[in-house]
């Protein structure tokens, strides 16, 4: 290719063609190409929004879930193998406890069900537990579930 003052002159396949150039700049019908593809970027990236909303709400409550699922394995498993306690095996649902923790909701707070049920495991020993605890929300009416093995344990006075 080579430029000779307004002309370009292109060697395809041993033939010579010339072509009128004008290097000064880009044209109005670029420009116009240039800004309808830049706003079908911009437009295609803001159809994604409401569902990466969505997904985000989704992620907070799964995570505000699994907080108070491991919390309340974890009260109950202190319960347990207090050796002190006695323990009887049955089903507990609480409504509306708040993530914080505090007796009132707190600014943010979601709500959520939690149910806790203790059964013997006697495959596993004597003084052996199942705890089950299920946390379910409005728009998982499921939930998520997690169970753990606890045994007494007589030196955890």
Known sequence: MKNQGRFV?????????????????????????????LSFG???????QPSAWMLSGKS?????????MQRQLQASEAYIMNPGTVVSPGTIT?????????????????????????????????NAWRVSVTVSWPRRPSGISAALIVAKQEYFR
């Open 9 to 37: 002159f292109l060697r395809v396949i041993g033939k010579t063609c010339s072509l009128k150039g004008n290097s000064k700049g880009i044209s109005l019908v670029e420009a116009l190409i240039a800004l309808f593809l």
């Open 60 to 68: 907070d409550y799964l995570t505000r879930a699994a907080g108070l």
């Open 42 to 48: 911009v437009l295609s990236l803001l159809t994604l």
């Open 94 to 126: 609480v409504t509306n406890v708040p993530v914080s923790g505090e007796a009132t909701p707190q600014l943010g707070d979601a709500a959520f069900t939690v149910t806790t049920t203790t059964a013997t495991a006697p495959d596993v020993g004597a």
